[in-house]
């Protein structure tokens, strides 16, 4: 079982990245993405967490969009995996976003007290143990008592999109977002591009423009996917020849869907292994001791 997007604490996830290997083996996955929003920062201690046998992907979970009129803009999550994370210029729109994802939250917080709201930055930074999202937000919500769960925080009266106190945040261009993968060394993959229920999200047309530019995938098997939609994205990838996959969307027990809820196929695997070449897939090796060292009886 193969399951390329999840979340860390390095973003908006619940678990560490250790625990998130540790649980992907127990849950019989062969291979794993670790996609954190905007950061690669939970890469390493994935890798080194590894359990023997178990593939980890290097990735992440590139926050951009499209402008699709003069003041109307549909904001993308762009998975890219095999990118090399060291590449300056791809690194430097990651940290922007990430400092951009502080200002953005910030602005919420400021909206939400204007109207006597009792939720504190310092509070919501406390949530985020790495990138800041609308999810530690709205974790702030329920802390507080605004709002009985997370889900109900992203709706129009509180932080969805376009919603009383939701803030946009200065993403790049789809376009820029897919040469800047390519040119690390990477593949990308459109993430959720038809997870309707989250807010507007771009049409066929769009979707093609993406894949003239360098898109290389796009995920169809994702739980905010109806069948219909699935349908309709699994035509549009064999019309533009692009790697279908499908993914859980891990954020660990704060939502419903399991590690390998959804699975992307060994060929699809393989075809985005053989597309990426900035970085490489790690596996987990058996543990044993090192050459010359006494063993453990100490017979030495
Ligand atoms: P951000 O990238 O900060 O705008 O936050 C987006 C994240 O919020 C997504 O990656 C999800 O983890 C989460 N999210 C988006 N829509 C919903 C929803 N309807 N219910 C719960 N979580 C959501
Ligand atoms: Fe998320
Ligand atoms: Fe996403
Ligand atoms: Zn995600």
């Not at 359990?51 to 904001?75: F, K, M, N, Q």
């Not at 930074?125 to 709002?147: F, I, M, N, W, Y």
Request: aromatic letters at 4%.
């Amino acid at each position: 079982m193969i399951d390329l997007h999840t979340h860390s604490t390095a973003s908006d996830g619940l678990l560490r990245p250790a625990e998130v290997v540790r649980q992907a083996a127990s849950s019989g996955l062969s291979v794993i993405a670790l996609t954190d929003h905007d950061t690669t920062s939970g890469l390493v201690d994935a890798a080194e967490a590894l359990p023997a046998g178990l593939t980890l992907l290097p990735g992440a979970e590139i926050s951009c969009g499209v402008r699709v009129g003069p003041d109307h803009w549909v904001s993308l999550h762009l998975l890219a995996y095999l990118f090399d994370a060291t590449e300056p210029d791809f690194a430097a729109v990651r940290a922007r976003l990430r400092s951009e994802r502080v200002t953005r939250a910030q602005r919420m917080v400021e909206k939400l007290a204007a109207d006597g709201h009792p939720v504190h930055w310092e509070r919501v930074r406390a949530q985020a143990d790495g990138v800041v999202g609308r999810p530690h937000v709205a974790e702030a919500l329920v802390s507080a008592g605004l709002v009985d769960t997370v889900a109900d925080a992203f709706t129009p009266a509180w932080i969805g999109a376009g919603g009383r106190y939701w803030v946009g945040k200065d993403e790049p261009d789809a376009l820029e977002a897919i040469r800047l993968v390519r040119n690390a060394g990477g593949v990308s993959v459109l993430a959720h591009a038809y997870a309707r229920k989250r807010g507007e999200t771009i049409n066929p047309g769009m979707i093609t423009a993406l894949a003239r530019a360098g898109l290389g995938g796009l995920e169809v098997d994702h739980p905010d996917h109806t069948p219909d939609a699935r349908a309709e994205l699994r035509r549009l990838a064999a019309d533009l020849d692009l790697i279908v996959t499908g993914a859980s969307d891990f954020h660990g027990p704060s939502k419903p869907q399991r590690l390998g809820a959804e699975t992307t196929s060994e060929q699809a695997y393989d075809a985005l292994v053989a597309a990426g070449q900035g970085a490489h897939p790690v596996t987990g090796q058996v543990k044993t001791p090192p050459i010359g060292e006494p063993d453990i009886l100490g017979k030495n």
